[in-house]
């Protein structure tokens, strides 16, 4: 089975601030991993995955994550956030190979104040 | 346009009233899927689908139904709705790994 931890329940940061949102994972298989955003009153919007090859994957809107197997964590990062990156970020991952579930973390919102 | 649509987007309704979510895909996917979001939960997964006829159960199946007849929809049934399920959800498609997911769908059981 598979687990999600998002480190930050809540993210405060102001305008061009960089930020770091936490994700660490449990699995006893090889997963492939995810983050998705929620802009308000949207649904989910993938922002970048890692499959394999290049531990560090860059997503859309200027975020990149690292992919750390020895301590299964899969932070997201971006130098200089905007007001428009306001939104809830969720950690996810699936068994690789193919079809399955997604299991999500309970998300990290994100503030960014001006 | 490649989309994953939900109705309705909105939905109050009371205790014990049966109603139906509907999804639909026109990606020609294989794979679909019902989420619940929570907060402080994020999401987890209701039901999935692998195929036309094919439906498991998710992490959170109770209180819930669904069908799968043609490739494209993949409704939610509550046919007993409960406080407890009021919640927002999300539909999903995807080929492989990838999912796709609706707009959700806001439910309120009073």
């Known amino acids: 089975a598979q687990s999600v931890t998002q480190l930050d329940s809540q993210v405060p940061v102001f305008e061009e601030a960089p930020v770091e949102l936490r994700c660490n994972y449990s699995?006893?298989?090889?997963?492939?991993l995810f983050w998705y955003v929620q802009y308000p009153n949207q649904g989910l919007q993938l922002l970048l995955k890692?499959?394999?090859?290049?531990?560090l994957v860059k997503g859309i809107n200027g975020f990149e994550a690292e992919f750390n197997k020895s301590q299964t964590s899969f932070h997201l990062r971006k130098p200089s956030v905007h007001i428009s990156d306001t939104a809830e970020y969720f950690c996810?991952?699936?068994?690789?190979?193919?079809?399955?579930?997604?299991?999500f973390g309970a998300g990290t919102r994100l503030a960014v104040h001006p | 346009e490649a989309q994953v649509t939900q109705n309705p987007r909105y939905l109050i309704t009371v205790t014990g009233k049966k109603l139906t979510v509907t999804c639909s895909q026109n990606?020609?996917?294989?794979?679909m899927s019902w989420y619940r979001q929570d907060p402080g939960l994020g999401l987890r997964q209701i039901y999935y689908?692998?195929?036309?006829?094919?439906?498991d159960k998710g992490d959170v199946p109770e209180g819930y139904k669904v069908s799968r007849k043609e490739k494209r929809n993949f409704p939610l049934i509550l046919e007993s709705p409960s406080p407890n399920q009021t919640s927002l959800y999300f539909c999903?498609?995807?080929?492989?790994?990838?999912?796709?997911f609706g707009p959700g769908t806001r439910l309120t059981v009073t």
């Open positions: 999903a498609s995807s080929l492989s790994y990838e999912q796709y």
């Open positions: 699995s006893s298989v090889s997963v492939y």
């Open positions: 890692y499959l394999s090859g290049s531990t």
């Open positions: 996810a991952v699936t068994p690789s190979g193919g079809y399955n579930k997604l299991i």
């Open positions: 990606m020609n996917h294989e794979y």
């Open positions: 689908s692998m195929n036309v006829e094919v439906t």
